[in-house]
């Protein structure tokens, strides 16, 4: 059930409660959480239960045009794979280059790339 939706649902006591939580998210090392983002929170939490059921339609409208759009991207690499327009990396090859720092992965991945022309 999508969180706006369940915060919708819940007593006037709990939902505070469980917002008050969710604001505890630890984000990765570095990331910080925006002034606009936490200014877009707090007006969330002053919407009423219709409100954020308007957004929630509104939020997961956009999710679906993006899974749209992905799905034609991946639809497009796809074709040219079975096209053999292209080989792309096996799994092994992508892992390998995660673990490297980013200015080792481009090098590697051009590399990669130069020897299936």
């Known amino acids: 059930m ?3 939706r369940f915060l ?3 007593d006037s006591v709990a939902a505070p409660a469980l917002l008050a939580r969710t604001t505890a ?3 990765p090392m570095g990331m910080e959480v925006s002034e606009r983002v936490q200014q877009i929170l707090s007006d ?3 919407l009423t239960n219709e409100e954020k059921a308007q957004l929630e339609t509104e939020l997961l409208a956009e999710d679906a045009n993006a899974e749209r759009v992905w799905g034609e991207e991946i639809d497009r690499r796809a074709a040219r794979v079975l096209a053999t327009e292209t080989s792309g990396l096996g799994r092994d090859e992508v892992r390998s280059l995660f673990a ?3 200015a080792d992965a481009r090098a590697r991945l051009a ?3 130069d020897t299936r022309k």
Request: without cysteine.
């Open 111 to 113: 590399a990669l790339l």
């Open 25 to 27: 998210y630890r984000y």
């Open 2 to 4: 999508p969180v706006l």
């Open 44 to 46: 969330v939490r002053e």
């Open 8 to 10: 919708g649902e819940l």
């Open 100 to 102: 490297m720092s980013p």
